[in-house]
């Protein structure tokens, strides 16, 4: 199938940048859609950004013109970059991608991440 594997996680203080990876490999014929989504303590899973195969973006409000999202699809590969950093930034940053693996079945299966943690501190 599809593994998906985010790096780019860690510590950094209030105003600092920090750019994610995500990197799908396996089986893949193509795919759609790839975004990340995060996690914050005691809160549900929300949708920070999304990109579709032709490169166009969707951001949330809260991120918007502070984050980027980007991709390489012939690396099969996501990126977000994050600048001014917020503590409410703080979450486990989830990669998603939208994949067909199997030509002769055309759906589309959602993938994810294990995920990665970002931490800013005030």
């Known amino acids: 199938q599809v593994q998906l594997v985010e790096s780019g996680g860690g510590l950094v203080q209030a105003g600092g940048s920090l750019r994610l990876s995500c990197a799908a490999s396996?089986?893949?014929?193509?795919?759609?859609?790839m975004g990340w989504y995060r996690q914050a303590p005691g809160e549900q899973r929300e949708l920070v950004a999304t990109?579709?195969?032709?490169?166009?973006?969707r951001y949330a409000d809260s991120v918007k013109g502070r984050f980027t999202i980007s991709r390489d699809n012939a690396k099969n590969t996501v990126y977000l970059q994050m600048n001014s950093l917020k503590p409410e930034d703080t979450a486990v940053y989830y990669c998603?991608?939208?994949?067909?693996?199997?030509?002769?079945?055309?759906?589309?299966?959602?993938?994810w991440g294990k995920g990665t943690l970002v931490t800013v501190s005030s």
């Open positions: 998603n991608a939208d994949a067909i693996t199997n030509p002769a079945i055309p759906v589309t299966i959602p993938y």
């Open positions: 990109i579709t195969r032709g490169g166009s973006t």
């Open positions: 396996g089986s893949i014929f193509s795919i759609n859609a």
